[in-house]
């Protein structure tokens, strides 16, 4: 996802003020399970992105339905300035900006890993475990089905790609047939 500037410096002032009192992964749920929140239910999502409602009334909106909820004041009080700036279609920016910002800090680099067919949990930990190997990272894969591919995986982490798909295998296997009979 493309993250704006104004999303950035968002995501960044609570990262700061998150990890001063310790809970910048409780603050990451957190932005995660409003951010889906938001998107399940979109007459919430366009009450807060209508400009025709004021930010008195969002704000008050903001602070009835997470008071006592277990949301940190940190989250809170952003919602808040977002109201006030009328800036809450930004939020879901901001969630991602503050994933990156936070794997950045800790040293997590993500990537995807494509497949035919699903992955058995022990083939995705072995898969896990080579690329940190190859890559000497922490990393955090997300797992998708490809039916474009025959069979195999490929993998892209931190602007690497694994290719071990057979769609690559076959295709060297030509190169290799072609120069030999050249």
Request: zero cysteines; hydrophobic letters at 40%; a positive charge.
């Amino acid at each position: 996802m493309r993250v704006s500037e104004i999303s950035k410096r968002y995501a960044k002032a609570l990262l700061a003020v998150a990890k001063q009192k310790g809970i910048h992964t409780q603050v990451h749920a957190e932005l995660q399970a409003l951010v889906k929140s938001f998107a399940g239910d979109v007459s919430v999502k366009n009450y807060f992105e209508n400009p025709m409602i004021g930010s008195d009334q969002k704000i008050a909106a903001v602070k009835a339905s997470l008071s006592g909820k277990g949301v940190s004041e940190e989250v809170v009080n952003t919602l808040v300035l977002l109201a006030e700036k009328n800036r809450f279609g930004v939020l879901e920016q901001i969630s991602f900006a503050y994933r990156d910002l936070l794997d950045l800090e800790e040293g997590v680099t993500r990537g995807v890993v494509r497949s035919a067919q699903p992955l058995a949990a022990d083939a995705q930990k072995d898969i896990e475990q080579k690329i940190t190997k190859v890559l000497n990272k922490k990393i955090v894969l997300t797992y998708e089905q490809d039916p474009k591919l025959l069979g195999g995986i490929v993998a892209t982490v931190g602007g690497w790609t694994f290719d071990d798909s057979i769609d690559t295998h076959l295709k060297k296997l030509n190169e290799e047939l072609n120069r030999r009979a050249n």
